[in-house]
């Protein structure tokens, strides 16, 4: 469906912590035909996706250091005036993994002069079931899967999970490789779906950015996250004796990848609750922020 108004298009793309947001606004970019801007909503103060994507985007702006659903509204809005200034007929919004889409799809909806095309959300393949049974995590997940106008699933790409097949039929696996369906061009709108969600308190996360000791090493963060079950989600730079490392955990998986420069060196840990964390032994002689 092609818009027919004089107006910018405006793309969520929600998901739970890892689903693959990130990545699939890359194979975005690297396919678009047209150029648009990303917006991308980080926890904490360092923009570990926003750098990812700003090495392929012309424009990339950032919402840090809280959630654009509940937080950061003024500072969005601020953002989709400055891209609409600048003539984007499109704008991408890359959601917190912990933020309520139907929330933004309300505050967005609203943005003079831009029109929301469509909610994409975003389901890791393996990790779903899991999410759905955790009475923590149910409602929020619940709540991203039931707004979305397209459900894409990543990570598993030769059969739809099961549980997330009963709660959306329509839901389609998302290939590794080769184009990208059209619905998820940024200039693709999406027939108006009328769902109701509840929209119950969501669930509380906190997050800090640290930074670790020189000495540390990758194999003592994966030891850290696996001795502390209320991680959902590490992300950034570490630099250490023996060279930079990308790292990107959720409690299923942990990578650790070797790289020539570091943009930023921190590492962005989020968790569920309201309890703090002692990081003491992974910074030992370094800040906490």
């Not at 801007?37 to 904490?44: E, K, Q, T, Y």
């Not at 505050?107 to 899991?130: C, M, N, P, S, W």
């Not at 709108?189 to 509380?204: I, N």
């Not at 990848?257 to 002689?285: A, H, K």
Request: glycine share 6%.
């Amino acid at each position: 469906m092609q818009p027919e108004l004089d107006e910018s298009l405006l793309t969520v793309i929600a998901g739970y912590l890892g689903a693959g947001k990130t990545t699939l606004i890359n194979r975005m970019l690297q396919q678009a035909t047209q150029p648009f801007a990303v917006i991308v909503n980080d926890l904490g103060r360092l923009p570990v996706d926003a750098t990812l994507i700003a090495t392929r985007a012309s424009t990339t702006l950032t919402l840090t250091n809280g959630c654009a659903c509940c937080q950061l509204q003024s500072d969005l809005a601020a953002q989709l005036l400055q891209l609409r200034q600048a003539k984007f007929s499109a704008v991408v919004l890359e959601a917190s993994g912990v933020a309520k889409a139907g929330n933004l799809a309300a505050i967005t909806g609203q943005a003079d002069g831009y029109r929301l095309a469509k909610i994409i959300t975003l389901v890791d393949g393996f990790a779903v079931e899991k999410q759905l049974n955790d009475a923590y995590l149910v409602a929020l997940v619940n709540e991203q899967i039931a707004v979305a106008d397209f459900v894409v699933q990543t990570k598993i790409e030769a059969s739809l999970n099961q549980t997330l097949k009963g709660l959306r039929p329509d839901a389609v696996g998302l290939l590794s490789h080769g184009p990208l369906p059209a619905s998820l061009s940024p200039n693709f709108v999406a027939s108006p779906r009328a769902v109701k969600v509840p929209l119950d308190a969501p669930p509380m996360f906190q997050h800090r950015v640290i930074y670790p000791d020189g000495m540390i090493q990758p194999n003592a963060i994966e030891a850290f996250i696996a001795l502390t079950p209320c991680i959902e989600r590490v992300k950034g730079w570490l630099n250490s004796t023996e060279g930079g490392y990308l790292i990107q955990a959720t409690r299923r998986q942990f990578s650790a990848e070797p790289v020539s420069v570091v943009p930023q060196s921190g590492l962005q840990f989020i968790w569920r609750g309201d309890q703090e964390l002692d990081f003491t032994p992974l910074i030992q002689t370094g800040p906490l922020n």
